[in-house]
C-alpha cells in the first residue's frame, strides 16, 4: 500500500469553523487490483466507503452521490487514481457539551495525481458544514 502520510497542523476554514488538520492520507486505489473494470473499480470503492462510514460516522465523502449515480448507470470510466482521506479537529464544541474534548471530522475523496491535496482539501470542507457533520471527542484521562 502506497501511503503519505502529513502531520503538519494546517488550518481551514469549514464554514463559520477553524479547524486543524490532523493527519492526510494518499492512497493508490487501485494498488494490488490485477484486473478489473471502471463498474467493478465503483462498486468495490462504494463497498469500502460504506464499512468506513459504519465505523466512523463523522465521515464525509465527497462526491458520494455522483459515486452512487455512476455505479448505477454502470459508467465505463475510471475513477481518479488516488483516494484521499483527511482527519480534521476543532476546538469548536456543540451546544450543551461541558466536558473537556474537541470535535472531529473525516473528510474522503478521489483525485488525479497532479491535484494537490491541500488546495483540493480546502475547496472540498470551505462550504461544509462543520456543525452538523462534526462529531465530539471527549478527552481521556
Do not use: C, N
Request: no cysteine; charged share 25%.
Amino acid at each position: 500500500m502506497t501511503q503519505a502520510r502529513i502531520h503538519e497542523l494546517r488550518g481551514y476554514e469549514v464554514g463559520p469553523v477553524r479547524a486543524e488538520l490532523r493527519a492526510l492520507t494518499v492512497r493508490d486505489d487501485r494498488e494490488g487490483m490485477l484486473e478489473g473494470t471502471p463498474y467493478l473499480h465503483r462498486r468495490m470503492s462504494l463497498l469500502r466507503i460504506g464499512k468506513a462510514m459504519a465505523a466512523d460516522p463523522h465521515l464525509y465523502v465527497h462526491g458520494l452521490d455522483a459515486l452512487r449515480a455512476d455505479a448505477e448507470s454502470r459508467l465505463d470510466e475510471w475513477l481518479p487514481r488516488e483516494t484521499v482521506h483527511a482527519r480534521l479537529t476543532s476546538w469548536w464544541l456543540p451546544e450543551g457539551i461541558t466536558e473537556p474534548g474537541h470535535t472531529e471530522l473525516s473528510v474522503m475523496w478521489f483525485q488525479t495525481a497532479t491535484q494537490d491535496p491541500f488546495a483540493r482539501l480546502a475547496a472540498i470542507v470551505r462550504p461544509l458544514d462543520w456543525t452538523s457533520l462534526a462529531g465530539f471527542v471527549p478527552f481521556e484521562d
